[in-house]
């Protein structure tokens, strides 16, 4: 069984940064992961997810200000942002690519505000 716990969310100024972590347990490849997330009145998105050449992929409103990680050894995906604009608030969530499980941890609640 398959469980997923987000955190490191929080309120933060424009301009600010913060790093997001997933501890993942159960039968799923930490390769296979990547993070989501959804802002208020808005579809679920993609964030950042794994290419099959092993290189991460980002959408343009992200590009150059998000990184995902991996620490293979505690199992923990991580999602480091920086440069944080309003319009990333949203919650964030990690889960499988390109088809995420019917499962879906709690999230993690980001806010950008000044």
């Known amino acids: 069984q398959v469980q997923l716990v987000e955190s490191g969310g929080g309120l933060v100024q424009p301009g600010g940064s913060l790093r997001l972590s997933c501890a993942v347990s159960g039968s799923i490849s930490i390769y296979d992961m990547g993070w989501y997330r959804q802002a208020p009145g808005k579809q679920r998105e993609l964030v950042a997810f794994?290419?099959?050449?092993?290189?991460?992929n980002y959408p343009d409103s992200v590009k150059g200000r998000f990184t995902m990680s991996r620490d293979i050894v505690k199992d923990t995906l991580y999602l480091q942002m920086n440069g944080l604009k309003p319009e990333d608030t949203a919650v964030y969530y990690c889960n499988r690519i390109p088809i995420p499980l019917d499962y879906w941890g709690q999230g993690t609640q980001v806010t950008v505000s000044s």
């Open positions: 794994p290419s099959r050449s092993g290189r991460t």
